[in-house]
């Protein structure tokens, strides 16, 4: 399990961000992990096809594909799927499964987007903003590559989950404010420091609004039904069908 400290905001603004969210040493213990884990494999990964329905024929953006999990089953959906990455190792990973006429390219989310206005009918962010600071450049280019009437769907970690965990952990958390938060994870044998920009949820539907899009969808998924049996001690004290894990959005390009 991957060990969170935060650290404080001022230092975090300093901090070589260099040190931060290096995919390429974890690549493969991450992968293993997005494959069979309880929270990808069981719970977002489903939930993200279930709010992206029938995707057949659709020419879609995976932004931040990593090692190409999702973008394996939207093309197994009849999407023409084209995933990008900051990480190439992820990538490396993403083409020894998809093959080599997968469309996969590295590419920065905090800086602009090498595709032509409209290129997309949907853009699907899974698992991916909450690493930057400043959303509103990000959105705007994705507004840009989307087109009229298409869709960004997105998943974040939930905003309530992050101040639930930290008090638990004995922190002063404060809900409101953008705020850093560092997690080191271990991973097949490899760690790497993982930087993360918790915001409140008016913040994340404001920056969608600002950027053009309505907002269709805001969900609180349930996991799928097997994971209760696959994951016993996980769900020892859980009644319902559903958890505090990540929050999803469906956004219409205006």
């Known amino acids: 399990m991957a060990r969170m400290t935060t650290m404080p905001e001022n230092h975090a603004k300093r901090a070589d ?21 309880l929270a990808n494999a069981y719970y977002e990964r489903p939930a993200m096809l ?3 329905g029938d995707v057949s024929g659709r020419r ?21 799927v084209t995933g990008i990455d900051a990480s ?10 998809l093959g080599a006429d997968a469309d996969l390219r ?20 899974s698992l991916v903003l909450h690493y930057l600071e400043d959303w509103g450049p990000t959105l705007a280019e994705l507004r840009r590559v989307v087109r009229p009437g298409g869709r960004l769907l997105v998943s974040v970690d939930h905003p309530f989950v992050i101040t639930l965990m930290r008090r638990l952990a004995g922190e002063k958390a404060h809900y409101f404010g953008t705020r850093n938060r560092i997690e080191e994870w271990t991973m097949g044998g490899q760690t790497a420091q993982m930087s ?11 920056a969608f609004t600002t950027a053009g899009f309505r907002i269709s969808v805001i969900s609180e998924p349930p996991f799928v039904p097997e ?3 696959l994951f016993p ?22």
């Open 17 to 37: 961000s260099s040190r931060f969210n290096d995919y390429d040493r974890i690549a493969k213990g991450y992968t293993a992990e997005n494959e069979t884990g």
């Open 50 to 52: 279930e709010l992206a």
């Open 60 to 80: 879609i953006l995976d932004a931040g594909c990593g090692s190409g999990a999702l973008f394996a089953e939207l093309r197994d959906r009849g999407a023409l």
């Open 88 to 97: 190439a190792g992820m990538l490396e990973t993403a083409r020894r499964r």
């Open 106 to 125: 590295v590419a920065d989310l905090a800086g602009p987007l090498l595709f032509p206005d409209g290129a997309f009918d949907d853009v699907i962010a």
């Open 196 to 206: 993360f920009w918790d915001r409140p949820l008016h913040a994340m539907t404001e």
């Open 227 to 229: 994971a209760r049996e």
């Open 233 to 254: 001690e996980e769900f020892r004290e859980i009644t319902g069908t559903r958890f505090l894990s990540f929050l999803f959005f469906v956004l219409e390009a205006n």
